[in-house]
């Protein structure tokens, strides 16, 4: 048979004192002297009391937590961001829920409305892939629950956005392979609905047409950029008539699944193609050759989406205005791309 739930009259029963006075000791109440709050205090632990979370959050309509949403908690770039939220919240006496939308926007939707069902004082997430509507999400803007975005944000949704700067990741990466003497470099970008693949092509573009080399679409493919995408692109691309001598990836995962595909095919990387990617995953540094990439501040960009929230969800009146923060990348240079 399940015991019931000890109680504060049930310390208070034990000690034989008012609830009351158990109820402020428990609450470190200065006028209850510290003795007295540290005897309740061992009882209650003895007793196995658990605080009723749920009716102060009755009281004060808050449940002092944040919800995240994640593409994929798998990646070095996501779990580094979590970590950074994590580090804000927890000094701030927030708990963190995590999710991983997997890409999918059917699942980010029902994550969302679980966050919002739950009360969530507030969320932080990065978009999916295959999301291209947002109603899942004003459903938190409209009812003016604090949402803040981070690497990729929708521009219809008025919120605080933390984002790096993918535009001149980019271009030092594309600029990069020039300087190494490359003159025909393909593209494997991502999806455009999401802004941060536009931008990296926008920056691949551009430092292409200020090296003065002809820009050929043959050479520019969009994909999901998973292992199988990765593959299959690279396939297409050796098979050209005109072979690239490098190619700018859009992610780390693409990168890899490149070089594994070139090293069977005895195509020496960087020798005949050099190869960049995006994000420096741990990977990146331990295949062979290592993988030249674009570092991202995810510890830092998790901190901030997390001060800005919490900033949001403890502030008594709606923001007018709303931050996009622009962190800054850095190229790592490895010897997938060095030939100089």
Same mark, same amino acid.
């Given at each position: 048979?399940?015991?019931?739930?000890?109680?504060?009259?049930?310390?208070?029963?034990?000690?034989?004192?008012?609830?009351?006075?158990?109820?402020?000791?428990?609450?470190?109440?200065?006028?209850?002297?510290?003795?007295?709050?540290?005897?309740?205090?061992?009882?209650?632990?003895?007793?196995?009391?658990?605080?009723?979370?749920?009716?102060?959050?009755?009281?004060?309509?808050?449940?002092?937590?944040?919800?995240?949403?994640?593409?994929?908690?798998?990646?070095?770039?996501?779990?580094?961001?979590?970590?950074?939220?994590?580090?804000?919240?927890?000094?701030?006496?927030?708990?963190? *829920?995590? /999710?991983?939308?997997?890409?999918? $926007?059917?699942? +980010?939707?029902? #994550?969302?409305?679980? =966050?919002?069902?739950?009360? !969530?004082?507030?969320?932080?997430?990065?978009?999916?892939?295959? *999301?291209? /509507?947002?109603?899942?999400?004003? $459903?938190?803007? +409209?009812?003016? #629950?604090?949402?803040? =975005?981070?690497?990729?944000? !929708?521009?219809?949704?008025?919120?605080?956005?933390?984002?790096?700067?993918?535009?001149?990741?980019?271009?030092?990466?594309?600029?990069?392979?020039?300087?190494?003497?490359?003159?025909?470099?393909?593209?494997?970008?991502?999806?455009?609905?999401?802004?941060?693949?536009?931008?990296?092509?926008?920056?691949?573009?551009?430092?292409?047409?200020?090296?003065?080399?002809?820009?050929?679409?043959?050479?520019?493919?969009?994909?999901?950029?998973?292992?199988?995408?990765?593959?299959?692109?690279?396939?297409?691309?050796?098979?050209?008539?005109?072979?690239?001598?490098?190619?700018?990836?859009?992610?780390?995962?693409?990168?890899?699944?490149?070089?594994?595909?070139?090293?069977?095919?005895?195509?020496?990387?960087?020798?005949?193609?050099?190869?960049?990617?995006?994000?420096?995953?741990?990977?990146?540094?331990?295949?062979?050759?290592?993988?030249?990439?674009?570092?991202?501040?995810?510890?830092?960009?998790?901190?901030?989406?997390?001060?800005?929230?919490?900033?949001?969800?403890?502030?008594?009146?709606?923001?007018?205005?709303?931050?996009?923060?622009?962190?800054?990348?850095?190229?790592?240079?490895?010897?997938?791309?060095?030939?100089?």
């Amino acid at each position: 048979m399940q015991k019931p739930e000890i109680t504060i009259h049930d310390i208070a029963k034990k000690l034989n004192i008012s609830a009351s006075t158990v109820s402020r000791a428990l609450k470190d109440n200065p006028l209850i002297s510290e003795a007295t709050r540290k005897k309740i205090k061992k009882a209650a632990e003895e007793m196995g009391y658990r605080p009723n979370v749920m009716a102060a959050n009755l009281r004060t309509k808050r449940t002092n937590t944040i919800g995240v949403i994640v593409p994929l908690i798998n990646r070095h770039f996501f779990s580094s961001v979590i970590s950074g939220i994590e580090d804000v919240a927890y000094k701030q006496g927030f708990a963190v *829920t995590i /999710s991983q939308s997997n890409d999918n $926007l059917e699942k +980010e939707s029902t #994550i969302a409305h679980t =966050f919002y069902s739950n009360r !969530v004082d507030g969320l932080i997430l990065s978009i999916g892939m295959e *999301t291209q /509507s947002y109603d899942h999400l004003k $459903l938190f803007s +409209e009812r003016n #629950i604090p949402l803040v =975005f981070f690497d990729r944000v !929708v521009d219809e949704i008025p919120s605080h956005k933390i984002v790096v700067d993918d535009f001149g990741g980019a271009y030092r990466a594309t600029q990069h392979l020039i300087t190494q003497g490359r003159k025909r470099i393909a593209h494997i970008g991502g999806p455009l609905n999401l802004k941060i693949y536009t931008r990296r092509e926008e920056g691949y573009r551009q430092a292409l047409k200020d090296a003065d080399l002809p820009i050929d679409d043959q050479l520019i493919l969009h994909n999901s950029l998973t292992r199988e995408d990765g593959l299959r692109a690279i396939k297409k691309i050796v098979n050209l008539k005109e072979r690239p001598d490098a190619i700018f990836c859009a992610n780390d995962t693409t990168a890899l699944s490149t070089i594994i595909y070139l090293n069977e095919k005895r195509i020496n990387v960087p020798e005949e193609i050099a190869i960049v990617g995006f994000s420096n995953e741990p990977f990146s540094e331990l295949v062979t050759p290592s993988i030249t990439t674009v570092k991202q501040p995810g510890f830092e960009m998790g901190q901030k989406a997390a001060e800005l929230l919490i900033k949001q969800i403890n502030s008594k009146t709606k923001p007018t205005t709303f931050e996009t923060i622009t962190m800054k990348t850095e190229l790592v240079i490895r010897n997938s791309s060095k030939t100089k």
